[in-house]
């Protein structure tokens, strides 16, 4: 009798327990539908530790949603010649793929779209293999590293240009296939050489309607394989009236392609100094929009607050459109894990770091 009674104790136990598991999961769901956490692609030395983070780390803090800047560090088979180095295999990605799917995380890969072709050791990728679709041909100089368009090295492929879109749609395609993804994180961000006056297609045009027109190439090419668009909202903010720097706004009016693009395009707003509100801007502009901070967990924990608040105190048809917070890492995923695990110290940045605020960020988020 005894131990029929221990053990009907012990399964009202687990059975309490999991059930106040589920409604803590129900109302954080609720309360910030999108925890997310954005960083490159590992390479392949790092890739097993950075299993073991997904398992130790972002599972446990309830992180549902995992971007992943892959850029060319994959190894497609469609465009070989795009391969970077330290690339990653189908079968290396897919230790990613298993742990994220059995954690129930969102995988989402990052190829920067228009923008981020070149930086300061001149042109990307894209760019090197395929010149041809460079939006400033122009001027020809032996050090192409030199060449500063609009007081900023960021070079962007000319979005009119008749085969453009048939190679990254091709890299588009088969890296969300491999993540098993059913969205795709386009970038879009801080696009300064657009329309340009020595581009033999886009001269003279409309700069918002040529941001406009490539986010609905890419997002009606994505709705067509069945897949969701996202991408950085920077472009679409007026830097001027908002008061934001030209990294943050947009300073060459595209910000108006805000009344252009489809409504169900996904924006990552994002702000790093500052908990700047634009993100209620973007909703009741009838865009879907979450919060991103990267490395000031001061703002970091305000802006969970914030996106908290937002979808309290909205109205339904408003509420529905703040999706949450996402951590953006912008160095390689070693320099973060050994910031993280403390085996490199940045004395310089103090508690303004990367991983300080991821933690601060994600216990602001436990504590809900």
């Not at 059930?19 to 769901?29: I, P």
């Not at 001149?122 to 609009?150: A, C, H, M, R, W």
């Not at 492929?157 to 395609?173: A, G, K, Q, R």
């Not at 702000?271 to 009741?284: K, N, Q, W």
Request: one cysteine or more; a neutral charge.
């Amino acid at each position: 009798m005894k131990r029929e009674l221990t053990a009907t104790l012990l399964s009202m136990m687990v059975i309490f327990a999991v059930t106040t598991m589920a409604t803590a999961q129900s109302r954080l769901d609720t309360l910030l539908p999108v925890r997310g956490f954005c960083i490159a692609l590992p390479t392949p030395d790092v890739l097993d530790e950075f299993v073991n983070f997904i398992e130790t780390e972002l599972a446990p803090r309830q992180v549902n949603t995992l971007v992943l800047r892959v850029e060319y560090k994959y190894k497609y088979k469609s465009h070989p010649e795009l391969v970077d180095t330290l690339a990653l295999s189908k079968r290396e990605v897919r230790k990613i793929v298993r742990t994220c799917a059995k954690y129930n995380i969102l995988l989402i890969p990052l190829i920067d779209m228009l923008g981020h072709q070149s930086g300061s050791r001149g042109p990307g990728k894209l760019l090197s293999v395929y010149p041809q679709f460079d939006e400033t041909p122009v001027p020809k100089i032996p050090d192409t590293t030199k060449v500063i368009l609009n007081g900023f090295n960021m070079k962007s492929y000319c979005p009119l240009h008749p085969d453009v879109h048939t190679v990254i749609f091709d890299v588009i395609d088969e890296i969300c296939n491999v993540f098993k993804s059913d969205a795709f994180h386009a970038g879009m961000d801080e696009v300064f050489d657009i329309g340009n006056d020595k581009c033999p297609r886009c001269a003279g045009r409309d700069k918002a309607e040529l941001f406009a027109g490539e986010v609905c190439v890419l997002r009606d090419h994505l709705a067509g394989k069945g897949r969701g668009m996202w991408m950085w909202g920077d472009r679409l903010l007026d830097g001027r009236t908002i008061g934001l720097g030209r990294w943050e706004g947009s300073y060459n009016n595209t910000h108006r392609a805000i009344d252009m693009i489809p409504k169900d395009v996904v924006i990552c707003d994002w702000h790093y100094e500052r908990p700047d509100l634009t993100a209620a801007m973007f909703s009741m502009k009838g865009l879907s929009v979450m919060t991103c901070p990267f490395r000031n967990p001061t703002s970091a924990v305000m802006q969970v607050e914030d996106m908290v608040r937002f979808r309290k105190n909205s109205s339904k048809q408003m509420n529905e459109r703040f999706l949450g917070v996402m951590e953006t890492v912008w160095s390689g995923t070693k320099t973060f894990l050994d910031g993280f695990y403390g085996r490199t110290i940045d004395l310089k940045a103090g508690e303004n770091t990367p991983w300080n605020t991821f933690r601060k960020m994600f216990d602001k988020i436990g504590e809900i």
